[in-house]
């Protein structure tokens, strides 16, 4: 019995790996990437706390430094 040029199980396997990758990769490329995400939104919230203790830190400087200049005044006023 001769086969037919229309039907090779053997090329329709390979053609359907062919596009089961395909169709695999384009969802690796187009998907999201939660884990970089959430690792740069950690950054950023440690960049964002570094940023609130340097400022809570020059506050506390600029405190004891009023604080010290009422103290003077009020030495200076007796």
Do not use: H, Q
């Amino acid at each position: 019995m001769r086969e037919s040029c229309y039907w090779e199980p053997n090329k329709m396997k390979k053609i359907a790996v062919v596009f089961a990758s395909a169709g695999l990769l384009a969802l690796a490329a187009c998907g999201e990437k939660p884990a970089e995400d959430a690792n740069n939104a950690a950054v950023e919230n440690v960049v964002d706390n570094a940023a609130a203790a340097v400022e809570n830190a020059s506050n506390a400087v600029e405190n004891a430094s009023n604080a010290v200049e009422n103290s003077a005044n009020a030495t200076n006023a007796m």
